[in-house]
T-cell receptor, first 114, second 111 residues
Framework: DAGVIQSPRHEVTEMGQEVTLRCKPI?????LFWYRQTMMRGLELLIYFNNNVPIDDSGMPEDRFSAKMPNASFSTLKIQPSEPRDSAVYFCASSPSSYNSPLHFGNGTRLTVT | KQEVTQIPAALSVPEGENLVLNCSFTDSAIYNLQWFRQDPGKGLTSLLLIQSSQREQTSGRLNASLDKSSGRSTLYIAASQPGDSATYLCAVYQGAQKLVFGQGTRLTINP
């Protein structure tokens, strides 16, 4: 079990550039989550998918953010255009489709927008 | 709107002590509660999951309790070790698989 794999680990970009974060969930997990962590706001759920279908994207801050899950083993979170206030650590997590299964997190992508 | 609070925000204790971390939530209609550990620069690791029908869960030196009616959970760590130093977060399943997190307690165990 390789765990949830995120790439890149660190991303530094200039304001206005497009940023794409990637996630590979644990094989067999049907639910995938994108979280953002900042000192001020803690961990916030951005969007989650069940069986590759977006279920709730109410946490996506603006239209500049979009997420896709084209298949069961891959998801992307895109920010276009990026802004300095998007700087944060972005986590992907996966779990079996059950309320009583623990969530498994990746190591996160630290995004810095200058 | 569900709010999760963890007190204290930071805690420093000498090695070997038993300690308790606290978590409170405002809406008792939860599916379950999870305790996580986060090491610097890392993701979160699930420690314990307590279902809404349960009162406690144990794993090694860790014991988590849940009192839904009062909106409280505690994480008890026995015989603390320097390797226990990390940030501990609790999170409740609000529904539809949405986890609401507390801000965490940063724990330091001094050798």
């Amino acid at each position: 079990d390789a765990g949830v794999i995120q790439s890149p680990r660190h991303e530094v970009t200039e304001m206005g550039q497009e940023v794409t974060l990637r996630c590979k969930p644990i094989s067999g997990h049907n639910s995938l989550f994108w979280y953002r962590q900042t000192m001020m706001r803690g961990l916030e759920l951005l969007i989650y998918f069940n069986n590759n279908v977006p279920i709730d994207d109410s946490g996506m801050p603006e239209d500049r953010f979009s997420a896709k899950m084209p298949n069961a083993s891959f998801s992307t979170l895109k920010i276009q255009p990026s802004e300095p206030r998007d700087s944060a650590v972005y986590f992907c997590a996966s779990s079996p489709s059950s309320y009583n299964s623990p969530l498994h997190f990746g190591n996160g992508t630290r995004l810095t927008v200058t | 709107k569900q709010e999760v609070t963890q007190i204290p925000a930071a805690l420093s204790v000498p090695e070997g002590e038993n300690l308790v971390l606290n978590c409170s939530f405002t809406d008792s209609a939860i599916y379950n509660l999870q305790w996580f550990r986060q090491d610097p620069g890392k993701g979160l690791t699930s420690l314990l999951l307590i279902q809404s029908s349960q009162r406690e869960q144990t794993s090694g030196r860790l014991n988590a309790s849940l009192d839904k009616s009062s909106g409280r959970s505690t994480l008890y760590i026995a015989a603390s070790q320097p390797g226990d130093s990390a940030t501990y977060l609790c999170a409740v399943y609000q529904g539809a698989q949405k986890l609401v997190f507390g801000q965490g307690t940063r724990l330091t165990i001094n050798p």
